[in-house]
């Protein structure tokens, strides 16, 4: 089984989703589903190969999956889910079988995912995935989303 399988099997990576989703059950902006988490990795994975970074798959699997897995914090106890999200991966990681060297590197991507400007390609890869994963430009909730929009579609 690849490690990626393993993330996405291990019974903490599915309750704390399922505890997203039933916070998000009335939510009318974006969620953090599986749908999300997994076009966030495949978005990141397209453009590591556009870009010649020559991250494995599996880290950036790894790092797209379990970027938000810790939002049901934030709607919980106020805790800014990145920060928590990096909290929580490191034991999904160990059980999947990721390295200590490899999880480092994640929790650094996940910690960063709402910051422009970090230095390292894999945190710069998945804070451009979760952008341009959420199609704000024709959002049915746009006038009432607080985060800032641009006029139309991402540049892709
Ligand atoms: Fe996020
Ligand atoms: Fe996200």
């Known amino acids: 089984m690849s490690r990626i399988s393993g993330i996405l099997l291990d019974g903490e990576f599915l309750s704390f989703l399922r ?10 902006f974006c969620r953090h589903d599986l749908g999300h988490l997994l076009d966030v990795c495949r978005i990141a994975w397209i453009m590591n190969l556009e870009q010649g970074c020559g991250l ?8 797209g999956l379990l970027h938000d897995i ?14 928590a999200s990096a909290r929580l991966c490191g ?3 160990r059980r999947s079988g990721f ?20 230095q390292d390609p894999l945190s710069r890869l998945i804070f451009l995935a979760d952008k341009l994963s959420r199609n ?11 985060k800032p929009l641009s006029e139309g579609p991402p540049e892709l």
Do not use: M
């Not at 494995?56 to 790092?63: I, K």
């Not at 704000?136 to 607080?146: L, V, Y």
């Open 91 to 93: 034991g999904i990681l």
């Open 136 to 146: 704000c430009f024709c959002c049915r909730a746009r006038s009432e989303c607080k």
């Open 19 to 28: 505890k997203i989703e039933a916070h998000e059950k009335d939510r009318i």
């Open 70 to 83: 810790g939002r049901w914090t934030q709607y919980e106890t106020g805790e800014d889910h990145a920060a």
């Open 56 to 63: 494995g798959r599996e880290l950036v699997y790894g790092a």
């Open 99 to 118: 390295e200590e060297g490899e999880i480092a590197r994640i929790e650094a991507a996940i910690k960063n995912h709402r910051r422009p400007g970090a």
